[in-house]
């Protein structure tokens, strides 16, 4: 087996551990998935993530533990030749949302969502990589220009209004059509280069990059321009991330390859992942903080992107970079914050955690930064996945089950509250409660700065 995400980390894994059985091939992939001890923790629902799919249907198989048993009896022969092609070992994948609350939750760590995009791969491998799949990971290629964006802006606002039209594209691509596709904004977010000549992120200790994501930049550029606005009334001069002098893209703007990563797509995740890198080379040599805005992208350049072999770099982004408001609790803990925040007069407001803001414990940093607001209110709302999950909740069969994942906790407790202001950091927690409840989720950055210019 080739494998096509860099396992070594579990080389040395099982000396010593109560391992339920290394399968006979698969290499460091298979103690990757012997890493679970069939403690069925997964088998329980208390507070937390883990695991959406078996929260919604109670079946043992779509718990990661009963992915493991799929995944242990592929590895050891038993589905032929090419038992990434089998179906029953797709099955057992489908419904992995990629929450990460496993390898959080779970008492040995089982990291399923980077197990799956393994399998993915190498399903990719075998049989080609489908169309839809092509589509959904090709998002920041198909914003890159002006014309390609309108294009594409015309199109979906076309077939969001269009019955028919979503039917057809239900039909011709497995895109739900009951589900409305997010619309990139007329104008996507741009900020002011550093001046001739000088390099971001080498000057001083108040410097900042703020790495603008896809979505962020093209659907939701309220949110990095108030991302901008509020590091910079904190004392910092803020550069927004730009693409190497040598990139051979210099106008498509920089991606973290997750779209492409959560489909399999790791050669693609990996080019994007090196553009990355390239850009960053500076501000990783001089120490600067990478501040980023949406809790997937950022997970990916902690965790998944140490699993695409791109070596030390790698490893050190990983250490420097933050979540937005990760880097301002960490700041207030430093005394460096020069934030006057003002009271918002809002009724009390309900806080959705993306499934990987809990994965990398950022909660904590989340309710630090709220509680900077004064007489600001707030409670977070116990649940699991949101369960759109980037793409999972847009494809055709897994629209309804996508839903029930949304309604076991997250609707319901938002429904009980008409009234009160919504605050999820995660693009994809936005545009599921938006389909679900009909409300105007935002996110901290944009709460920020409300809190400086009232």
């Not at 012997?34 to 403690?39: E, S």
């Not at 001083?204 to 994501?213: P, T």
């Not at 004392?235 to 973290?256: F, H, I, K, M, N």
């Not at 904590?364 to 607001?373: D, E, F, G």
Request: with cysteine.
């Amino acid at each position: 087996m080739r494998h096509q995400l860099d396992w070594t980390a579990y080389e040395t894994a099982g000396q010593g551990d109560a391992y339920a059985g290394i399968p006979a091939s698969g290499g460091d992939f298979a103690k990757a998935v012997a890493v679970c001890i069939n403690d069925q923790l997964c088998l329980r629902k208390p507070k937390g993530v883990m695991c959406p799919s078996f929260r919604v249907t109670d079946d043992p198989a779509d718990s990661p533990g009963g992915r493991v048993k799929v995944l242990k009896a592929a590895l050891n022969g038993e589905f032929g030749e090419q038992p990434f092609a089998d179906d029953r070992l797709a099955a057992a994948m489908d419904l992995c949302v990629g929450c990460k609350g496993c390898k959080r939750e779970c008492a040995n760590q089982v990291d399923m969502a980077a197990i799956k995009i393994e399998v993915q791969a190498q399903r990719n491998a075998c049989q080609g990589i489908p169309r839809r799949d092509r589509l959904f990971a090709g998002l920041p290629r198909w914003l890159r220009g002006r014309h390609s964006r309108r294009l594409l802006r015309g199109l979906l606002r076309w077939r969001n209004r269009s019955p028919w039209l979503a039917k057809l594209g239900e039909r011709w691509l497995g895109i739900a059509a009951r589900r409305r596709l997010p619309e990139p904004a007329d104008q996507p977010y741009v900020s002011a280069l550093a001046p001739p000549g000088e390099i971001a992120g080498v000057s001083g200790e108040r410097d900042v990059i703020l790495f603008v994501d896809t979505f962020a930049r093209h659907f939701e550029p309220e949110i990095a321009a108030a991302a901008h606005a509020v590091l910079t009334a904190a004392g910092y001069r803020v550069s927004t991330l730009q693409a190497a002098p040598d990139d051979a893209e210099p106008e498509r703007a920089l991606c973290c390859g997750r779209t492409y990563l959560s489909l399999g797509q790791v050669d693609a995740a990996r080019q994007e992942a090196r553009r990355l890198q390239a850009a960053l080379r500076p501000a990783l040599a001089a120490g600067t903080p990478i501040v980023g805005l949406e809790p997937s992208c950022i997970l990916s350049l902690r965790d998944d992107h140490l699993k695409l072999g791109l070596g030390e770099e790698a490893l050190a982004l990983s250490k420097q970079v933050y979540l937005f408001e990760e880097f301002i609790a960490r700041e207030h803990d430093r005394k460096r914050l020069q934030l006057d925040l003002k009271p918002l007069g809002r009724p009390k407001t309900l806080v959705h955690g993306h499934c990987h803001q809990k994965a990398v414990g950022a909660m904590k940093a989340l309710r630090k930064v709220l509680r900077l607001i004064p007489e600001f209110e707030f409670e977070f709302v116990e649940a699991s996945c949101c369960g759109m999950a980037g793409h999972f909740g847009l494809e055709a069969e897994h629209a309804e089950i996508s839903l029930r994942m949304a309604e076991l906790d997250l609707l319901p407790a938002l429904r009980a509250a008409p009234e009160a202001p919504v605050l999820a950091n995660g693009f994809s927690c936005r545009e599921q409660i938006r389909a679900g409840c009909d409300r105007a989720p935002r996110h901290v950055a944009v709460l920020l700065r409300d809190a400086l210019m009232v």
